[in-house]
Structure formats: C-alpha cells, structure tokens
C-alpha cells in the first residue's frame, strides 16, 4: 500500500531465494516498487478530488511503472510490456458492460467497482497513446506543470488535460474526452485505394464489440492519434494522422503499398480489423520490416479475429478469419525468441484446450508436441546460470505447453524425477515442475496433499496449493479442495484453488463445492476486499461457457452474488463473458475439428528387436 513515507508490501513480493533467486521475482518486485513509489507523486503529492477519477492514482503508476523498470535494468525491456497492458484492457474494454475511466459514482457500490483493468490498464494505455502523439519531451512538460500546480492539494482529470494541453499548445480535452468519459474500444479499418492519384487510406471507425454481447448504445466517434506503416519502393514508411470518425490519409509515394500495419508499434489504444489478403502480405512480405511490437499487435488482432467475428452480430459485412491463419504466425512468432512473442504464439493454441473435442485430443496434443517440445528440450528443465529474464519466462512457458498442455512423456518423467526433490528446485522452475509432476503422479498429489499443512514456507505453500489446483483427475482434485475449509490451513491461502482449475471437469468439481458450501466460503473470505472476491466466484460458474445451462447459471449468480457489495456490476459483466464465451465457441469448434482434421500423429520409431 502507497502510504506517504511507508509503502509496505507482502513479504511473497519482497523475498528470494537465498541460493536460487529468479529473475522472474526480482523483476515483478521492482515493477511493484515502481508502481508504488510512483503513487507518492500520482496520489499521495497529488490526490484525486473524488473516486471518479481514481485513475490519476492507479492509471499514472501503471504507465510510470514500465518506465522506471525500463531504465532499472534495460536489459529486461520492460518498455515492451506497454503492448501487454494494452492488450490486457482491451480485453477488459470489450464488453458493452464495461466501465468508463472516470465512471460516475452514484453509490458506494462504485467505489468497489473501480479498481479494475479499465482504470489501471486502459487509463495507462491512454497516456502512452497521447505521450506518443505529442513526443515525450512535451508531455514530460505537462506531467510535471500539472503536478507543480496540484501540490499537495486535489485535482480532476480537467486539470490534467488542461497541463497537457498547455504544453502541447493544442486544445486535447475533445481528443481525452472520448476515452475517458465513455466506455468501450474502438475497432479501425484501413482501407487502401489507389488509382490515378496517389494511394491513400479511408479509415472507418466503429465500437468493438464481440458476438455473445447485447448491441452498444451509441458512443461518440474516437479521436484516435494514428500512425501508418506502410511499403514504399521496397523499405518501410511511416505516417501518422488524427483520425476522427472517417477520415483518409494520402500516403507519400506513387506507386500503390504491397502492405500496410495501420498502428504504428503498438501504440495506439484501438483494434485493426484486417482482411485476410492483408493478413497474408504483412505475414509474407512485411514481416522482416517490422518491429517486434508490431508483430505483436498483429498476431494479437489476428488471433482476436479468430476467435470473435470482426463486430460480431451488430455488424452485417461481419467476416471471420480462418483459426489456420493466426496459427500459421506461431511459428513467426517463436523466432523472435523474446519472452513477448513467445508468450504471445503460446497463448491462442494452448488456450483451445478446452475446446479441443475428446476424439480430437490425441491430435491436438501431438501438435502441441511437435510444435514446443523442441524448443523445451533445447531450454531444458533445469535453469543455466547464462539465463536471463527472457530465459526463464520462455522456459516456464514453452514446457509448460510441452510437458502439461502436449502431455510429452520424457519431459513429464523428467519433471517427476526432479520433483523429488522440488523443494531445493530453482525459484525460477519449481512451480512448473511441481504441476507437472503433481498432475502425472498420484504418488506425489498425495504427498503434497499431506505436506502442505506442515509447510513453514508461504512461498512454497502457494506453489503446492496450485499445483493441486491444476490436477487434471477430477476425483483427486475433489480430494484437494477439503483442504479449503480445513482450519489447520489458511484459507485466504487454500481458497486460491477453487479459482485455478485447469479442466472443464474440474472446473464442474469447484463449481458444485462452491454450491454446497457458500455460506461458509462467504463467512470466512477477506471482506475488505469484497468485489474481488465476488469476481473469483462469479468466474468460476460463468466459465462453464455452456450455452445448455446459461440460463440457470446467470439466475444463481444474479440471485447470489449480484447483491454483494459491489457485485451487481461483477455479475453483469461476467454473465455477458459467458455469453461471448459461448458465441465464440460456437465460431470455433467447427474450425478447431477442421484444424486438427488434417494432423497427422507422428508414427513411433521402429524398435529394433531384440537378437
């Protein structure tokens, strides 16, 4: 908590491993000191008037935290992680549901609603955008003439805009006010025409919107800063323009582009709806000429465009790219070798998981195999003292996709002999090895089981109750949450595991725990922090994403959970995911059978026999 002169922390952030420290750990804890020493100029020098404009606290340390760990260590290239929180609030943003930045306060409710992706991620996003658009030496000016001017006293999202305008010598209230004062994202279109004239591009904006959601109430268009990347004479161009409504750009050469990427490094707070033609020039053609960021973005559009069609339903002309598409970027993706892009190409094919049809599932985990399981043996489990911050995340990640989500047997019995001794394990692997050899070995779950009530270690606690969590058995891991309301345990510690289930299966088991012993859950959850709580809850059901059991799933939670403090909102948006849930797997199941239709399972090497 960022208390004026004493910003305390929980002791998981701020100790290490004395023999094995990760870089994994000191990078989060130096992005969590950043963001709370930031807040003892963004909240503390300077305090919000009200709650509806707690996003000068929570959204000025989100974009100041990447920068100071950015210049902290430049070897991490923290400043890359502003696409991540980008991306993380469009997510958020992507529900008619969806809270504004400065949402009115109308009841105390409100208050509890607040503190969310929209006012951390997307209140960031919106910063880095304009800071983008003006150059960081005049924002830098604004920042520091709106602080100087508020010292120790209040301000409004009015006095920042007004610094930053005066600095900028423009008038940027109109452009700010179609992000802050109205909810949801814009979707931008580029059009290319090219004929006698020079080329030049039509933009069209409209709101993004998923299928599953209800149709938006009409919003005002964005002031959208937009900077063009584009092919000229071979080599790479750029243009920047401000686009309000439907505007064109006409692009500085004569001869009409092969390609065009209509945001430049990421930067902009909007998502590019893309042709597949186009898909198809920037993957073959402009690939090399674009930074990693840029890549980045496209994949994220185009994996985004997979799963949901363009507008969805309120959209006549919408189309849908094919799943094949953005799968045929993963392996792109996993040359750049950064922990972004790797993290980024694992994302879409592990997350079908769960709707991967049972007769499919031998295909699908044969291509997860094949497609990771090199470059997981290239890694290796154990850590090398040549690894850095990218190193051990893509290790993590690329064998956990390997070994967990592709089942490959040698990683999974190397895992298990490493576990057990998992406790003198790296920081940086013990958790990954953990799930996996707890979810191979019925042995070892037991174990687990057993031990983490005598654990001293918190540390080592959160990694066993996870590693329980994410068992794929359904009946083992029914076993596991009677620790849940076991008092020889914690539970802020053991309720974690009603939330981290792995399987639709197990999902099932949390869901029918959850039923029959809610009023004791609710009795002992942390009740400063309830709409917290509510959203764990409420997930848990609506993630069945059922569309046979909608209707019964949307009046338990309404009926149970929306009258919580705080959790009419939580409940209105989590009822609208299930919806998308269910729109968009009704779009891919067909597509993931015709994917993996033409997967062929790699035949087993002849065994020599023996003389």
Same mark, same amino acid.
């Given at each position: 908590?960022?208390?004026?002169?004493?910003?305390?922390?929980?002791?998981?952030?701020?100790?290490?491993?004395?023999?094995?420290?990760?870089?994994?750990?000191?990078?989060?804890?130096?992005?969590?000191?950043?963001?709370?020493?930031?807040?003892?100029?963004?909240?503390?020098?300077?305090?919000?008037?009200?709650?509806?404009?707690?996003?000068?606290?929570?959204? %000025?340390?989100?974009?100041?935290?990447?920068?100071?760990?950015?210049?902290?260590?430049?070897?991490?290239?923290?400043?890359?992680?502003?696409?991540?929180?980008?991306?993380?609030?469009?997510?958020?943003?992507?529900?008619?549901?969806?809270?504004?930045?400065?949402?009115?306060?109308?009841? @105390?409710?409100?208050?509890?609603?607040?503190?969310?992706?929209?006012?951390?991620?997307?209140?960031?996003?919106?910063?880095?955008?304009?800071?983008?658009?003006?150059?960081?030496?005049?924002?830098?000016?604004?920042?520091?003439?709106?602080?100087?001017?508020?010292?120790?006293?209040?301000?409004?999202?009015?006095?920042?805009?007004?610094?930053?305008?005066?600095?900028?010598?423009?008038?940027?209230?109109?452009?700010?006010?179609?992000?802050?004062?109205?909810?949801?994202?814009?979707?931008?279109?580029?059009?290319?025409?090219?004929?006698?004239?020079?080329?030049?591009?039509?933009?069209?904006?409209?709101?993004?919107?998923?299928?599953?959601?209800?149709?938006?109430?009409?919003?005002?268009?964005?002031?959208?800063?937009?900077?063009?990347?584009?092919?000229?004479?071979?080599?790479?161009?750029?243009?920047?323009?401000?686009?309000?409504?439907?505007?064109?750009?006409?692009?500085?050469?004569?001869?009409?582009?092969?390609?065009?990427?209509?945001?430049?490094?990421?930067?902009?707070?909007?998502?590019?709806?893309?042709?597949? @033609?186009?898909?198809?020039?920037?993957?073959?053609?402009?690939?090399?000429?674009?930074?990693?960021?840029?890549?980045?973005?496209?994949?994220?559009?185009?994996?985004?465009?997979?799963? %949901?069609?363009?507008?969805?339903?309120?959209?006549?002309?919408?189309?849908?790219?094919?799943?094949?598409?953005?799968?045929?970027?993963?392996?792109?993706?996993?040359?750049?070798?950064?922990?972004?892009?790797?993290?980024?190409?694992?994302?879409? @094919?592990?997350?079908?998981?769960?709707?991967?049809?049972?007769?499919?599932?031998?295909?699908?985990?044969?291509?997860?195999?094949?497609?990771?399981?090199?470059?997981?043996?290239?890694?290796?489990?154990?850590?090398?003292?040549?690894?850095?911050?990218?190193?051990?995340?893509?290790?993590?990640?690329?064998?956990?996709?390997?070994?967990?989500?592709?089942?490959?047997?040698?990683?999974?019995?190397?895992?298990?002999?490493?576990?057990?001794?998992?406790?003198?394990?790296?920081?940086?692997?013990?958790?990954?090895?953990?799930?996996?050899?707890?979810?191979?070995?019925?042995?070892?779950?037991?174990?687990?089981?057993?031990?983490?009530?005598?654990?001293?270690?918190?540390?080592?606690?959160?990694?066993?109750?996870?590693?329980?969590?994410?068992?794929?058995?359904?009946?083992?891991?029914?076993?596991?949450?009677?620790?849940?309301?076991?008092?020889?345990?914690?539970?802020?510690?053991?309720?974690?595991?009603?939330?981290?289930?792995?399987?639709?299966?197990?999902?099932?088991?949390?869901?029918?725990?959850?039923?029959?012993?809610?009023?004791?859950?609710?009795?002992?959850?942390?009740?400063?922090?309830?709409?917290?709580?509510?959203?764990?809850?409420?997930?848990?059901?609506?993630?069945?994403?059922?569309?046979?059991?909608?209707?019964?799933?949307?009046?338990?939670?309404?009926?149970?959970?929306?009258?919580?403090?705080?959790?009419?909102?939580?409940?209105?948006?989590?009822?609208?995911?299930?919806?998308?849930?269910?729109?968009?797997?009704?779009?891919?199941?067909?597509?993931?059978?015709?994917?993996?239709?033409?997967?062929?399972? @790699?035949?087993?090497?002849?065994?020599?026999?023996?003389?």
């Amino acid at each position: 908590m960022e208390n004026a002169g004493l910003v305390t922390f929980t002791e998981t952030s701020m100790l290490f491993d004395q023999h094995h420290p990760s870089w994994i750990k000191r990078s989060r804890w130096v992005t969590y000191a950043a963001h709370e020493l930031a807040h003892q100029w963004f909240g503390d020098y300077v305090t919000m008037a009200y709650w509806d404009d707690i996003w000068l606290n929570e959204g %000025f340390a989100n974009w100041m935290e990447l920068k100071i760990t950015a210049r902290f260590e430049p070897a991490w290239h923290d400043e890359l992680s502003v696409l991540d929180m980008r991306n993380a609030a469009l997510r958020a943003d992507s529900v008619v549901s969806a809270r504004q930045i400065r949402q009115p306060i109308e009841k @105390p409710d409100d208050i509890l609603n607040v503190f969310d992706g929209i006012t951390y991620d997307k209140g960031a996003s919106v910063l880095n955008m304009f800071e983008s658009y003006l150059g960081a030496d005049v924002f830098q000016r604004g920042v520091r003439d709106y602080l100087t001017s508020r010292a120790y006293g209040t301000a409004t999202s009015t006095d920042f805009v007004a610094a930053i305008s005066k600095a900028a010598g423009k008038d940027l209230e109109p452009g700010f006010a179609t992000f802050l004062d109205q909810p949801g994202e814009p979707e931008l279109e580029a059009q290319l025409k090219c004929g006698a004239k020079p080329p030049e591009i039509s933009f069209v904006q409209r709101r993004y919107v998923p299928p599953g959601s209800p149709a938006p109430p009409t919003t005002k268009p964005w002031i959208l800063p937009v900077c063009v990347v584009y092919e000229r004479e071979g080599k790479r161009a750029d243009q920047c323009t401000l686009v309000e409504g439907a505007n064109r750009l006409v692009l500085a050469t004569k001869k009409c582009p092969r390609w065009v990427m209509p945001n430049a490094n990421g930067g902009g707070y909007y998502r590019t709806y893309y042709t597949a @033609p186009q898909v198809v020039a920037l993957r073959d053609e402009a690939w090399p000429l674009l930074t990693g960021t840029e890549r980045r973005a496209v994949y994220f559009d185009v994996a985004q465009a997979a799963r %949901f069609r363009r507008s969805g339903m309120h959209d006549a002309t919408a189309t849908q790219l094919p799943l094949t598409l953005p799968l045929s970027l993963v392996p792109k993706m996993l040359t750049g070798g950064d922990r972004f892009s790797v993290g980024d190409a694992l994302a879409l @094919p592990v997350g079908l998981d769960r709707i991967v049809p049972d007769e499919l599932r031998l295909k699908y985990e044969s291509w997860l195999r094949t497609t990771f399981s090199p470059g997981a043996v290239k890694l290796g489990l154990t850590p090398k003292d040549t690894d850095d911050l990218d190193a051990e995340i893509n290790r993590n990640e690329i064998v956990y996709a390997a070994a967990w989500s592709g089942r490959d047997p040698d990683l999974i019995k190397q895992a298990t002999e490493l576990a057990r001794s998992w406790r003198d394990l790296p920081e940086a692997i013990r958790g990954t090895v953990l799930d996996i050899a707890v979810d191979a070995s019925p042995e070892l779950f037991d174990k687990i089981k057993h031990d983490v009530k005598s654990e001293p270690d918190r540390q080592r606690r959160e990694l066993m109750f996870h590693a329980l969590a994410v068992v794929r058995d359904p009946k083992r891991f029914a076993s596991a949450l009677e620790l849940v309301l076991d008092p020889a345990v914690d539970f802020r510690e053991a309720m974690d595991m009603l939330f981290e289930t792995s399987t639709e299966p197990t999902r099932a088991v949390a869901e029918t725990y959850v039923r029959d012993h809610k009023d004791e859950l609710f009795k002992r959850m942390p009740h400063d922090e309830v709409s917290g709580g509510v959203w764990n809850i409420t997930a848990l059901f609506t993630g069945a994403c059922d569309a046979t059991r909608r209707d019964a799933i949307a009046d338990y939670v309404t009926k149970n959970f929306g009258t919580l403090p705080g959790g009419a909102r939580v409940v209105q948006q989590g009822i609208e995911v299930m919806d998308q849930c269910i729109a968009s797997r009704k779009i891919l199941e067909p597509e993931v059978r015709a994917w993996l239709g033409g997967v062929k399972i @790699p035949k087993p090497k002849d065994i020599p026999k023996k003389p």
